[in-house]
């Protein structure tokens, strides 16, 4: 066993409530801070208090009052972030932050209790989410090239932010160990043991010598919208708001672990975004090396994570559980493909 690392203070951050908002409410913001008439429609968030704002003419856009327990750097690196993708690759599908009357692209509100609000305006990107479209290998190759280029669109983004500490960061995974008592004890603690063991022995030491800067973090099905005609093209991918400054291979790692196939080699429907991100953006052969442990240090924080919190939040569960199953499977698949096996699988794929 091994504690490399103690949990952050605000691990459990996303527990604090969303600010409080009606949809008139979201209306007069919208016109006043933003000169936009329309109709306010609320959208579902853990953690935010988002609307979607219609206008008459047709034209969508979502006005985001961001949660008051979110640091204001890191609510600032995501808006930051979203200006630069914006001119380094202006075709990518990534919603706009618009500016305000005031020509800013942040404006700070106050809640009753007085604490500050930030409130932003976005493009709203019309798509089916993800996790309800039709699979395909096309739209795994698409989601892969497209995850590329947002790595490649900020690898020369700088922000005050490198430190932001959040448990989700791949390169934590060593502080999973803490969280082994809250999976019940047999086959699927023994699993995520496993994985843990060969971060701790293979990725760990290595980190120093891995390309690192900004990434998205989080291209799960719950992230990315596809167009509802011909889902195997990206429309959307949201929510910047698990980004982090770390090895740009736990980007693709992220991804990954979401497009495993649960029946023989679990890399085998992976392969196909694997390969498109490294026909964008070539992997180093360290990082290749390394991905079948990262892949499973994702599937590891996810199973560890949300156990823990839907132990602490039962009122909760079935929302923080949300992406449980398919983790558990995904790991299970895992124990079935050996680590030099899986190396040599992706070292083919990756022409090394």
Known sequence: MSVAQTLPADADS?????????????????????????????????????????????????????????????????????????????????QRVLPNVAGTHEEILQDAAGQPLILRLFTYLEGEPLHLAPRSAA???????????????????????????????????????????????????????RILRNFDDFVAPSIPRLRTQFVHNDLNPHNVLVDSVDPTKVAGILDFGDMVFTPLVNDLAVASAYQLSLDGDPLVEASDLIGAYHGVLPLQEIEVELLYDLIGARLATTAAITSWRAARYPENSAYILRNAPRAWAGLAAFAALPRAKAQENLRRLCGI
């Open 14 to 94: 996303l527990s604090a409530p969303p600010p409080v908002f009606s949809e008139d409410a979201a209306v007069a913001l919208a016109k006043r801070h933003f000169s936009i008439d329309g109709a306010a429609s609320k959208l579902t968030s853990e953690r935010d208090a988002n609307f979607r704002i219609k206008t008459a003419a047709g034209d969508s856009y979502v006005l985001k009052v961001s949660n008051p327990a979110e640091e204001k750097l890191v609510t600032n690196l995501q808006t930051e972030a979203l200006l630069h993708v914006a001119v380094k690759d202006p075709d990518l599908p990534v």
């Open 139 to 193: 739209q795994r190759r698409n989601l892969g090239s497209n995850l590329a280029r947002l790595t490649f669109a900020l690898s020369d983004f700088t922000h005050a932010a490198t430190d932001h500490d959040l448990q989700w960061d791949i390169k934590h995974a060593s502080r999973l160990w803490q969280l082994l008592p809250h999976i019940e004890a047999g086959e699927r603690r023994q699993l995520v043991e």
